[in-house]
T-cell receptor, first 111, second 112 residues
Framework: TQLLEQSPQFLSIQEGENLTVYCNSSSVFSSLQWYRQEPGEGPVLLVTVVTGGEVKKLKRLTFQFGDARKDSSLHITAAQPGDTGLYLCAGPPGGANNLFFGTGTRLTVIP | KAGVTQTPRYLIKTRGQQVTLSCSPISGHRSVSWYQQTPGQGLQFLFEYFSETQRNKGNFPGRFSGRQFSNSRSEMNVSTLELGDSALYLC???????????FGQGTRLTVV
């Protein structure tokens, strides 16, 4: 059982569509981070959410941290081919000393 | 500011051999973590070093080891390589533990 479950596992959409990916856990996290990874590269940090209920926007990307700090979502508006990649959530669950990574959502945006 | 540098980028080894991977963190970062990424298992935590001390270790056999030097550079070693060790090995640096992690490009290890 993974500590952080992401859904969907795979997502293929047309350019211009909107999408939401989810990151869920039964554990409470002091913070959650979202990364995007392209093939053959390391993950790149997109955002960190810290406060329950927090919403952060990064251009067309909107990140939300659940009120109970057990889940998070990433919404992309008007997806573009450049958004293609593996999206990973990660965080240190309460009391842990290292980052746990989610199962990942592989997004493909078709031109 | 230079990013995290991992060397080598690609490596092919034979079963039974051993391998050492290197990671230079971002200047000023003292925490270095190592991860193994495979298509089936995703990103799995190997270990974390801070100020030359291993703080945490993931659920990997003793064939996987690491160390950190006084300049915060880190190495990981895998002995008696198995085919299943083929993976992308990622290093991440942070100013201190449990803060935002910045990843290198990884070392792609293939065991044949």
């Amino acid at each position: 059982t993974q500590l952080l479950e992401q859904s969907p596992q795979f997502l293929s959409i047309q350019e211009g569509e909107n999408l939401t990916v989810y990151c869920n856990s039964s554990s409470v996290f002091s913070s959650l981070q979202w990364y995007r990874q392209e093939p053959g590269e390391g993950p790149v940090l997109l955002v960190t959410v810290v406060t329950g209920g927090e919403v952060k926007k990064l251009k067309r990307l909107t990140f939300q941290f659940g009120d109970a700090r057990k889940d998070s979502s990433l919404h992309i508006t008007a997806a573009q081919p450049g958004d293609t990649g593996l999206y990973l959530c990660a965080g240190p669950p309460g009391g842990a000393n290292n980052l746990f990574f989610g199962t990942g959502t592989r997004l493909t945006v078709i031109p | 500011k230079a990013g995290v540098t991992q060397t080598p980028r690609y490596l092919i080894k034979t079963r039974g051999q051993q391998v050492t991977l290197s990671c230079s963190p971002i200047s000023g970062h003292r925490s270095v973590s190592w991860y193994q990424q495979t298509p089936g298992q995703g990103l799995q935590f190997l270990f974390e070093y801070f100020s030359e001390t291993q703080r945490n270790k993931g659920n990997f056999p003793g064939r996987f080891s690491g160390r950190q030097f006084s300049n915060s550079r880190s190495e990981m070693n895998v002995s008696t390589l198995e085919l299943g060790d083929s993976a992308l090995y990622l290093c991440a640096s942070s100013p201190t533990p449990n803060t935002e992690a910045f990843f290198g490009q990884g070392t792609r290890l293939t065991v044949v």
